[in-house]
């Protein structure tokens, strides 16, 4: 059976938790690196993570980005929004689609 996870600080993901996802709180990004690898193996099929945290894992998130678990999807975190969940969106829009309908 496949399973959901939420990675980043832990104010942005606590909440989470009272929805049954399990909650990855990581605070460096070795932290993250080693907690996203875990979840790779571990069929996680969705791991929602937040944009602060993205932004430091970025060569992680490329490794995973054509494959087909675990899906890594960004969210906000607690600073709020970076814009880069909206543009990962309009990218994959754009490569389905052929044009940019966003």
């Given at each position: 059976?496949?399973?959901?996870?939420?990675?980043?600080?832990m104010?942005?993901v606590?909440?989470?938790k009272?929805?049954?996802?399990?909650?990855?709180?990581v605070?460096?990004?070795?932290?993250g690196h080693?907690?996203?690898?875990?979840?790779?193996?571990?069929?996680?099929a969705?791991?929602?993570?937040?944009?602060?945290?993205?932004a430091?894992l970025?060569?992680?998130?490329?490794?995973y980005?054509?494959?087909?678990t675990?899906a890594?999807?960004?969210?906000p975190g607690?600073?709020?929004?970076?814009?880069?969940g909206?543009?990962?969106?309009?990218?994959?829009?754009e490569r389905a689609?052929?044009?940019?309908?966003?």
């Amino acid at each position: 059976m496949y399973k959901i996870a939420v990675m980043g600080d832990m104010d942005s993901v606590m909440g989470f938790k009272a929805l049954g996802l399990e909650t990855c709180p990581v605070e460096t990004p070795e932290q993250g690196h080693e907690a996203l690898q875990r979840m790779a193996k571990e069929n996680y099929a969705i791991v929602y993570m937040t944009e602060q945290l993205a932004a430091r894992l970025q060569a992680d998130i490329a490794r995973y980005k054509d494959s087909l678990t675990p899906a890594i999807i960004l969210i906000p975190g607690k600073e709020g929004s970076l814009g880069i969940g909206m543009a990962n969106v309009k990218n994959a829009v754009e490569r389905a689609v052929g044009a940019d309908i966003l």
